[in-house]
């Protein structure tokens, strides 16, 4: 009888552990509990598209982060892209290159929401290709500018490592335009109560912490 319930204990204290063991582990590779510590660094890759009847675009904006603190990162920031239009046969490429300070205020769902505000300062590079009706020469411009922005969005973390992206609102933006061909422009907007439907806004990324 005692060597029955002894071997009935000991079954029952391995199962639990090996419960417990599986439990920790599928713990460690879940998102629950997730937090950015200073020292921990970042890659984040965001896309915009958009298209309609006559017109596409693309731009792709690799970032790097790096935390100095637990919720305040500084990084650096490329950006590219290009595209076409029907009318004149014009297309578009452009090159940026930045840094930004990001700062993360809210966090939620176990930590796996985090929500965050990005500041941006960089310079860019674009230039223009098209034709015009009746003439055979094909044209083009270049134009240098500085860029700035302040930009809400969020992370959603679906592992410990990997998080998806996705821009709320361009708070605000400066744009210093100066064309090859032309006469310099600045643009300036702030859109405090404007907020993008994730949803319906191609704008997302995936971010990658390590």
């Not at 950015?36 to 690799?62: Q, W």
């Amino acid at each position: 009888m005692k060597t029955k319930f002894l071997i009935i204990a000991t079954l029952f204290t391995f199962s639990f552990v090996n419960a417990q063991q599986q439990e920790a582990e599928e713990e460690m590779h879940s998102a629950k509990g997730v937090k950015f510590s200073k020292g921990d660094m970042f890659i984040e890759g965001g896309i915009s598209v958009s298209t309609s009847d006559d017109s596409n675009a693309y731009s792709i904006n690799p970032k790097f982060g790096y935390l100095i603190a637990d919720n305040f990162a500084v990084g650096g920031d490329l950006d590219f892209g290009g595209g076409k239009t029907d009318a004149n046969d014009g297309k578009t490429s452009f090159f940026g290159i930045g840094a930004f300070a990001r700062y993360y205020f809210f966090e939620a769902d176990s930590r796996r929401f985090k929500a965050f505000a990005d500041a941006g300062l960089g310079y860019s590079h674009a230039k223009a290709e098209y034709n015009i009706v009746g003439d055979p020469v094909r044209y083009d411009n270049t134009t240098n500018g500085i860029k700035a922005n302040i930009t809400v969005g969020l992370n959603y973390f679906f592992t410990k490592k990997f998080a998806a992206t996705f821009v709320l609102a361009d708070i605000l933006t400066y744009n210093n335009a100066n064309p090859e061909n032309g006469s310099s422009s600045n643009s300036f907007e702030l859109n405090i109560n404007l907020f993008n439907n994730i949803f319906a806004q191609p704008k997302f990324g995936l971010l990658y912490k390590f």
